[in-house]
């Protein structure tokens, strides 16, 4: 399980949604810049943006002060780690985060 409010390298990210069969994917994915994930970067877990009475998304103070970029939801996270695990049980890091990033691009799963 993750402390929301802390980096973590991807790797370690991916391992825990794909070994742990009651995850908490309730967290969202940050990151320095708005770009593809990389297997040798780390990455903030923290929550959800909230929503005000106008619909405008608040979010957390630290993705606020550090200037992060929102790239994950868990919910879309452990989406896509299922969608590979189902395809290539025998899956690498970088086959996951192939997935991760053409999800993120084409807001669809892609064929391993």
Do not use: H, W
Not at 83 to 102: C, E, G, H, R
């Amino acid at each position: 399980m993750f402390i929301k409010g802390n980096l973590y390298p991807i790797k370690d990210i991916i391992s825990y949604m794909k070994n742990n069969s009651e995850r908490d994917d309730n967290f969202c994915l940050y990151g320095d810049l708005d770009e593809d994930l990389q297997s040798n970067k780390s990455y903030y877990i923290d929550n959800y943006p909230d929503v005000d009475e106008n619909g405008k998304e608040i979010y957390p103070f630290l993705v606020l002060k550090k200037k992060l970029y929102y790239l994950y939801s868990g919910e879309q996270f452990a989406d896509v780690i299922d969608s590979v695990l189902d395809q290539k049980p025998s899956a690498t890091i970088n086959d996951f985060i192939k997935a991760l990033n053409y999800y993120s691009e084409y807001d669809d799963f892609l064929d391993i």
